[in-house]
């Protein structure tokens, strides 16, 4: 085997784990079933976790880029580099209209130090 099949396996390994999610009530990190994952949630990873999701990279312990493994998406096991989000594109609208997001960042494996990322997905069209 290889390549996606591998991949695929590992995933559903990996999907198994609970992934450490804010809790906005408390302000502190709680264990959650990667099916109970939700666009916008603010999730906690350190080097080596798999991310279940596409995601906005929020923060890292590297000062300028990390570099992540996407064969959990694509089948590719290189790493690729990239950059925490700029504030500019964590602003959204509040209410109405606007068109959804396009769950801009890359899922992936194994960054470097630890970070968080908001739950991935794309948006949906506005009203």
Do not use: H, M, Y
Not at 2 to 23: M, S
Not at 49 to 59: G, I
Not at 101 to 116: E, K, N, R, V
């Amino acid at each position: 085997g290889g390549g996606a099949a591998d991949a695929a396996a590992a995933a559903e390994g990996e999907a198994a784990k609970p992934v450490r999610v804010l809790d906005v009530a408390t302000n502190t990190f709680v264990a959650r079933a990667v099916a109970a994952l939700r666009v916008g949630d603010v999730c906690e990873f350190v080097s080596g976790d798999t991310f279940p999701c596409d995601l906005l990279l929020l923060w890292s312990t590297a000062p300028t880029e990390t570099a992540v493994e996407t064969s959990v998406f694509d089948g590719d096991n290189a790493l690729r580099r990239r950059q925490v989000a700029p504030i500019a594109a964590l602003e959204r609208p509040l209410e109405g209209g606007g068109g959804g997001g396009d769950g801009a960042g890359d899922g992936g494996g194994g960054g470097d130090g630890g970070g968080g990322g908001g739950g991935g997905g794309g948006g949906g069209g506005g009203g």
